[in-house]
């Protein structure tokens, strides 16, 4: 029985303009086949041209690299996938692995403007349907935090594109590669760029953490503390209730918005919802339809009560 090879791959497409996931044609592709030790067997590159829209705009241009000359004189982009699915048969690879959920999209526009101009799709149907995402199982090994840009991520390997950028079908193939490779098979606790890379994420997830509160305590105090909301404050203070500090300037925020977008209105509305679990403030005029429907419970209130309610919520510990 044949062993499965690996295969990571990437496609440029179309862009710019008028161009959306819906018109998106195929540029040029790139694969990097190993076996499961991870010794390249065989690469593969080709450019092609688009059959709806084969001329690039500037932006396209900009990206990848690509040259008009080089499209005008490149195959159908069907032609070149029958290669590729014959490459994928003589290496038994059942799945292209690809980074990130914006290659599935792309050659469904492939497809689509093929069939808008009549021409066979069939070879790129078949691409089509073995794409599998990586990047969320990657990131997840490495123990990253969110997801990292090819190009930043295979840098801390030492990888480097030969073609001298990266948007370049291959070079994106190779650097996909060398990070898969570096995730299954290497003590990531020793190699300290990615150390330092995984350290600027999590500082940087601290810092946006860090402002969201911040902004949210600005407008939870907005309005003055009433004298039981602050002796509520105090007394969790004294207690050392973080979570519960920070769930009250969570929920005031919402009050406080809605108290403040409509200064005339007297009678709010507050709800709570299930799916997913949180409260929103509305105007009682503008609770209705959907939103009540919606609702897992509802409490009508006067705007000199809001902080009667607002301290009624969090001491039930609903949130």
């Known amino acids: ?3 499965e090879f690996l295969c990571f791959a990437d496609f440029e497409f179309t862009c710019g303009g008028f161009i959306d996931d819906t018109r998106s044609e195929i540029l040029s592709v790139g694969l990097v086949i190993c076996s499961p030790e991870y010794e390249i067997a065989e690469k593969f590159y080709s450019t092609a041209r688009p059959c709806k ?8 241009r900009e990206l990848t690299g690509l040259t008009q000359p080089e499209i005008n ?12 699915a014959e490459l994928l048969k003589k290496y038994s690879v059942s799945s292209l692995y690809v980074w990130g959920n914006f290659d599935r999209p792309g050659l469904a526009g492939d497809m689509n403007q093929h ?3 009549g021409k066979d799709f069939s070879s790129i149907k078949k691409i089509y349907n073995c794409i599998a995402d990586i990047q969320d199982a990657t990131i997840k090994q490495m123990g990253l935090p969110q997801a990292v840009s090819i190009s930043e ?20 193939a190779e650097a996909l590669y060398t990070i898969h490779r570096a995730a299954f098979t290497s003590d990531l606790s020793k190699n300290e760029k990615f150390l330092q890379l995984k350290q ?7 810092a946006v953490k860090a402002a969201a509160e911040e902004k949210r305590r600005e407008e939870a105090l907005a309005l003055p503390l009433t004298a039981e909301e602050q002796a509520y404050c ?30 005339e209105c007297e009678d709010f509305v507050l709800a709570e919802f299930s799916q ?16 009540r429907h919606a609702s897992s419970r509802h409490v009508p209130f006067k705007r000199s009560e809001f902080a009667d309610i607002l301290l009624n919520e969090c001491k039930k510990s609903r949130l």
Do not use: W
């Open 200 to 206: 600027e994420r999590l500082d940087k997830i601290a």
């Open 73 to 84: 004189a490149s195959r159908d982009s069907n032609e070149v996938f029958a290669e590729v």
């Open 153 to 172: 991520l295979s840098a801390v390997f030492g990888y480097e594109p030969q073609s001298g950028s990266f948007h370049n079908a291959l070079s994106d």
């Open 115 to 117: 069939r808008r101009t």
């Open 276 to 291: 997913p679990k949180r409260i929103k403030v509305f105007r009682a005029e503008k609770f209705g339809g959907a939103a």
């Open 234 to 263: 105090n007394e969790l203070s004294s207690a050392g209730k973080e979570d519960k500090q920070r769930q009250f300037i969570a929920i005031r925020a919402k009050f406080v918005r809605a108290l403040l977008k409509a200064p």
């Open 1 to 3: 029985m044949k062993k």
């Open 53 to 60: 829209f084969p001329r690039m705009t500037r932006q396209c």
